[in-house]
């Protein structure tokens, strides 16, 4: 192969090349800059003695430049109703977006401040933020042409990356896909695709994403965003949670979030039904998601029989508390 470089597919970008950048966009001239995490996008932390920023830079397989400009209209318009979500840092020409070009393509990064956090966690209050998003979005027009939270994204995609990863036998494989279509052709006859139970989605409501300063909870990582149901959005604090404490779904926390939500948007007893079927295509999607990260950042030996067991049985716990409850 006659090449000067060598393709590659994911790079890892200099923090001290990012900080010149940013020295040069922003006016900031003291910060110090490290890689803070790498998943759908790096994030770098950039910091002093007195201030925290954020950047968050995308990967070229993953995420476009429009994906971020739908991202920051989302949060913007949310804002400008009362949302608490993150706040973009405007660069020194009012832009929030540039562009930086890798060596595997064009990324893209925007810089953030800082979400605090005191971990004072108030379920309720995340409950009422989950209703407050779908309400104030389904208010605005919030244009989000990146593939909605619906069958090829929690199904289709996550069994064909399944598939070809050649961990799971075909008796496991045969139950994903038959049960998956069952719970998504229940889903389909017993809640409409319309507001307000169907529309803009977060994607990705856990504690994680959710910080908290004193109870109020401030939203951020917008990447899992897209429209869809809204009783996925509301699975995904439970699928978290019930991965450390199965009793979760019973807890006084959980009915706390319910409660918050429904405060501000009452849920039908459909939807309410539907959040266990919706977990279970949450960890069919999340399981597809690892190995697609994992085949764009790089190979991880975390990826074998032992952690397909794992989140196959996580999927059979969410599929059969689903059944209990329409049987």
């Known amino acids: 192969m006659d090449l000067k470089f060598f393709p590659i597919q994911s790079s890892i970008l200099s923090p001290d090349a990012l900080l010149k950048e940013i020295s040069l966009r922003y006016g900031f001239k003291t910060l110090q800059c490290r890689l803070w995490s790498a998943g759908l996008n790096d994030v770098y932390l950039l910091q002093d003695a007195t201030r925290k920023l954020f950047l968050r830079t995308s990967h070229t397989k993953r995420f476009s430049k429009k994906d971020y400009e739908e991202e920051l209209n989302v949060m913007l318009q949310l804002r400008a109703r009362g949302i608490n979500t993150c706040i973009p840092v405007k660069q020194l020409d009012e832009t929030y977006i540039w562009e930086i070009n ?67 036998n075909e008796m496991d494989t045969q139950l ?27 994607g990705d409501m856990h504690c994680g994403n959710i910080y908290f300063n004193d109870g ?25 949670e019930t991965s450390i404490n199965e009793e979760f779904i019973n807890s006084e926390e959980w009915k706390d979030y319910l409660k918050g939500y429904n405060e501000v948007r009452k849920l039908s007893n459909a939807e309410v039904i539907a959040i266990p079927a919706f977990a279970s295509l949450r960890q069919l999607w999340f ?6 990260a994992t085949n764009i950042n790089n190979s991880w030996d975390g990826l074998n029989d ?6 196959l049985k996580r999927y059979t716990f969410w599929y059969n508390r689903w059944r209990s409850t329409v049987n």
């Open 176 to 202: 994903l896909v038959e049960s998956s279509m069952e719970i998504w052709n229940h889903l389909k006859s017993h809640i409409p695709d319309t507001a307000p139970y169907y529309g803009y989605c977060h």
């Open 216 to 240: 109020i909870p401030q939203i951020f990582d917008f990447d899992c965003m897209g429209n869809g149901y809204r009783a996925y959005d509301l699975c995904v604090y439970l699928w978290d």
């Open 287 to 292: 399981i597809g998601l690892i190995i697609d």
């Open 306 to 311: 032992s952690f397909f067991k794992e989140q």
């Open 102 to 168: 890798a060596p595997e393509g064009k990324r893209y990064a925007v810089l953030f401040e800082e979400v605090k956090n005191n971990n004072k966690v108030s379920n309720y209050n995340m409950g009422k933020l989950a209703a407050e998003i779908h309400k104030a979005s389904d208010e605005v027009i919030l244009n989000i042409s990146r593939q909605p939270i619906a069958y090829e994204q929690l199904i289709s995609q996550p069994i064909k990356s399944i598939i070809e990863s050649g961990f799971i």
